[in-house]
């Protein structure tokens, strides 16, 4: 089993910045992707960032590209997401979650190829 926790949420004005990160423990032996994915309120959970090896590929979404950036650390274990210029859109429940079972690259943009999910952060941007 794999444990996801994430952490640096917060209240930032618009136009600020956070930077969000998820650490895996327990069974990390094998970890192919890690992802982020954000629900606001009276929507769906949607897919914004993710990071997959080999190769350490980063898609996004396009309403994060050029603002948000996710990397990891030397481990795999630890990743982080860096939100810069954000706006109130961006207010949601951020979730990290990974892919301990390899799949196709092309499944990444979806919640059901994830096989693990952390409790979530609370992003909020207001003035």
């Known amino acids: 089993q794999v444990q996801l926790v994430e952490s640096g949420g917060g209240t930032v004005q618009p136009g600020g910045s956070l930077r969000l990160s998820c650490a895996a423990s327990?069974?990390?032996?094998?970890?192919?992707?890690m992802g982020w994915f954000r629900q606001a309120p009276g929507k769906e959970r949607e897919f914004v960032a993710a990071?997959?090896?080999?190769?350490?590929?980063?898609p996004y979404a396009d309403s994060v590209k050029g603002r948000f950036t996710i990397s990891s650390g030397s481990d795999k274990n630890t990743v982080h997401l860096q939100m810069n210029s954000l706006n109130p859109d961006d207010t949601a429940v951020y979730y990290c979650?990974?892919?301990?079972?390899?799949?196709?690259?092309?499944?990444?943009?979806?919640?059901?190829?994830?096989?693990?999910w952390g409790q979530g952060t609370q992003v909020t941007v207001s003035s």
């Open positions: 990071i997959r090896w080999p190769g350490a590929h980063t």
């Open positions: 327990g069974s990390t032996g094998s970890n192919y992707a």
């Open positions: 979650a990974r892919q301990s079972v390899r799949r196709p690259s092309g499944l990444i943009w979806y919640q059901t190829s994830y096989d693990y």
